[in-house]
């Protein structure tokens, strides 16, 4: 991790233009994006919320972890990792991942991996309209 990374596990809402202002590399010529919110339905079913949950890994160390993977693989400047724990209702923001790199397609790539990885990390429940709660495991 490099002390220009700017990692924030959070129970309040995101604002995504905060969190991706706070990149400032001006030695990259690339920032990449990505903002995942909850769906209001999941197939034909609504959804009432979304939780996310970290089996045995703090949250501050899972993100900490997949940074590392990053600056492994890829040549980035700065990223901003911000990542909504609770329950979170339709609409609202999950995680919003900023990465500047010099050249765009470091940028992509460490921010595509930055949200899979997340992805494999994290059992998702989706309370529906029904009742019924789905769990997509990790992997």
């Known amino acids: 991790m490099s002390k220009r990374d700017i990692l924030e596990v959070t129970d309040k809402p995101i604002i995504p233009d905060q969190a991706i202002a ?3 590399a001006e030695d990259c010529g690339a ?4 903002t995942g919110k909850v769906r209001g339905r ?3 079913k609504k959804v009432l919320y979304l939780e996310h949950g970290i089996s045995s890994e703090a949250p ?3 993100l900490r972890d997949i940074v590392a993977e990053i600056r492994k693989r890829w040549e980035i400047g ?3 990792f911000c990542y909504r724990k609770g329950r979170i209702g339709p609409g609202e923001v ?3 991942i900023a990465v500047a790199a010099v050249h765009r397609q470091e940028a992509f790539a460490a921010c595509e991996y930055a949200v899979d990885r997340l992805k494999q990390k994290v059992t998702t429940k989706e309370g529906r309209e029904s009742g019924k709660v789905r769990v997509a495991k990790k992997g």
Do not use: L
């Open 42 to 44: 999941s197939g034909d």
């Open 94 to 96: 999950t995680i919003v």
């Open 22 to 24: 706070k990149i400032k």
């Open 78 to 80: 700065e990223i901003a």
């Open 31 to 34: 920032v990449v994006t990505f």
């Open 60 to 62: 501050e160390k899972m």
